[in-house]
């Protein structure tokens, strides 16, 4: 190295001259270094933390750094998660054990006790916690999401997303939907059914969320979306080529696309061209927090983007489902089709589809439960102790992660007999027991788009059976979970028009 002082400006200069450049891969090896001795060493201290805790729940904590995040990811790459939870319920007790999945040492609360004490235990003793991946891709919200920001849309979202407010929406549900079926599905004899249902479900969450339809502006929401989608829940290194990487800047994409949607509302309504109130992007820039402050455009469509990531490969997953058991039971499609037909036949023709008729829906929403109970699209979810308790006689620590785990529940016989039987008729009458059914979860922080899928998704059934029949392309198709349950074909099917259509 030669320190040059001949510069005209005196100033130091460091040549490089003689410096060995550094090789680009051993700079990004001692990055990968240092973040997997980082990793390790905080997994060591809150593995510590376990072992001096006197009683906590038994289990194992795996291999270092990894824990048994692979056995828990293998699990579901065979179509059967709740295997990972049930043997270990099992071998250690039934109401909760500990392990270290995706980088964070956890206690899993198992049954409907479980369910019930994380769901109504919110600010007391636990809070909503995301892993490191979507903190990367939300920096500004999601993490704030389990508290400031999430009690921050609470002031908003019941105007836009509870039943009522929702009625008016479903004469656009209808048009949409019906639009979708007639360029996506007339005329194919073979239609792929999960990236058919995720083009419909942004489409209209693009149309509700955002007056927007223009098939540009969709595509430029929509196409980033896989990208995000498969680095949501990722190993957390943000590095170049990583998942997690291309995921952050898909979700920067979409962004900038929200912003740039937002910028023309708000001359608009300046304009007197676009009501303040006429969806929610509409209602986010005209009305003030409670905290007395108008959100910027750019905190907005970070909270539209959540709404869209929350809602999209969810309900497209349950369409998915429900599309696949209905082929596999012709008896329940006929009973599905019977409903779906009662509705047609008390329409004038043309006529769009209101909250009287939706009600009438009922079995259709039972076979929509019964979809989300074998194959929930949010398989569980993480919380984290904010202060030390006690559960079921053992210690649990501030700060350990806590898991909740819909199939723990869906799955268990004690609670849905012959589990693994398709039956939405366990959903007529009185329904489960209490916090056995939780596609939704449940408590304060229960997903707020639960009645917008609803609706959504019967619109979507109307439409899709009292247009076609269809059996499945590939028989025996088989179930992935990654980490949302996923026909590892896409579920291709073949369509079988009604004749009196
Ligand atoms: C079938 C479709 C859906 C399923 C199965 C589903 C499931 C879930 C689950 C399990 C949670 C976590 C609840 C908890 O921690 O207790 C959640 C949270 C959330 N969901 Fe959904 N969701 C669906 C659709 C939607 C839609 C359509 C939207 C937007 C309109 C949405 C927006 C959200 C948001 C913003 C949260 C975070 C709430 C908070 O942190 O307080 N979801 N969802």
């Known amino acids: 190295m030669i320190y040059n002082n001949d510069s005209n400006d005196n100033e130091l200069v460091i040549s490089s001259v003689q410096q060995p450049s550094m090789d680009p891969f051993f700079i990004f090896g001692l990055l990968l270094l240092a973040l997997f001795l980082s990793v390790s060493f905080l997994l060591y201290l809150s593995r510590r933390?376990?072992?001096?805790?006197?009683?906590?729940?038994?289990?194992?904590?795996?291999?270092?750094?990894?824990?048994?995040?692979?056995?828990?990811?293998?699990?579901?790459?065979?179509?059967?998660?709740?295997?990972?939870?049930?043997?270990?319920?099992?071998?250690?007790?039934?109401?909760?054990?500990?392990?270290?999945?995706?980088?964070?040492?956890?206690?899993?609360?198992?049954?409907t006790a479980g369910n019930k004490f994380l769901f109504s235990n919110e600010k007391k003793h636990v809070t909503g916690w995301w892993p490191k991946s979507v903190e990367l891709i939300f920096p500004t919200s999601l993490e704030k999401s389990?508290?400031?920001?999430?009690?921050?849309?609470?002031?908003?979202?019941?105007?836009?997303?509870?039943?009522?407010?929702?009625?008016?929406?479903?004469?656009?549900?209808?048009?949409?939907?019906?639009?979708?079926?007639?360029?996506?599905?007339?005329?194919?004899?073979?239609?792929?059914?999960?990236?058919?249902?995720?083009?419909?479900?942004?489409?209209?969450?693009?149309?509700?969320?955002?007056?927007?339809?223009?098939?540009?502006?969709?595509?430029?929401?929509s196409e980033p979306f896989e990208i995000l989608a498969a680095g949501f829940l990722s190993i957390p290194i943000n590095l170049p080529g990583t998942k997690l990487n291309k995921a952050v800047k898909a979700a920067d994409q979409i962004r900038d696309a929200i912003v740039q949607i937002l910028k023309r509302r708000r001359v608009e309504i300046a304009e007197n061209k676009a009501n303040g109130m006429q969806d929610i992007a509409s209602m986010l820039l005209t009305t003030p927090t409670n905290a007395g402050f108008y959100m910027t455009e750019a905190h907005i469509s970070e909270k539209i983007l959540g709404m869209i990531v929350g809602g999209r490969d969810t309900a497209s997953t349950v369409i998915t489902f429900i599309i696949k058991y209905l082929a596999e039971n012709p008896e329940i499609y006929n009973k599905v089709y019977e409903e779906q037909m009662e509705v047609v036949k008390s329409k004038k023709p043309g006529e769009l589809l209101n909250w009287e008729d939706v009600q009438k829906m009922k079995y259709s929403w039972c076979v929509a439960c019964e979809a989300m109970r074998l194959a929930p699209p949010v398989q569980g979810g993480f919380k984290v102790a904010i202060n030390d308790f006690v559960y079921s006689g053992f210690n649990i620590r501030k700060g350990w992660k806590l898991y909740w785990s819909a199939i723990a529940t869906h799955m268990n016989p004690e609670y849905f007999p012959e589990p693994e039987k398709f039956n939405p008729s366990r959903f007529e009458g009185k329904g489960p027991v209490p916090y056995s059914f939780v596609p939704f979860g449940g408590g304060p922080r229960m997903c707020p788009g639960k009645e917008y899928s609803r609706l959504e998704t019967l619109v979507f059934m109307h439409h899709l059976v009292t247009r076609y029949n269809w059996e499945k392309v590939y028989p025996t198709e088989k179930i992935t979970v990654d980490p949302m349950p996923f026909p590892v074909n896409g579920l291709p099917i073949r369509l079988i028009p009604h004749k009196h259509q």
């Open 49 to 111: 933390a376990y072992a001096s805790l006197p009683n906590p729940p038994p289990g194992k904590l795996g291999f270092p750094v990894v824990g048994e995040s692979l056995e828990f990811l293998s699990t579901r790459r065979k179509g059967v998660p709740e295997k990972f939870v049930f043997d270990r319920m099992a071998k250690y007790c039934r109401d909760v054990f500990k392990t270290s999945i995706l980088g964070a040492t956890t206690a899993v609360m198992c049954g």
């Open 146 to 221: 389990s508290n400031e920001e999430s009690i921050m849309m609470k002031q908003f979202l019941p105007n836009f997303l509870k039943p009522e407010p929702l009625q008016k929406y479903i004469p656009v549900m209808d048009i949409i939907t019906q639009r979708h079926f007639n360029t996506s599905w007339e005329g194919r004899n073979v239609v792929k059914v999960f990236p058919t249902a995720a083009e419909f479900t942004t489409l209209l969450a693009c149309r509700v969320f955002l007056s927007v339809e223009d098939p540009i502006e969709v595509a430029k929401i």
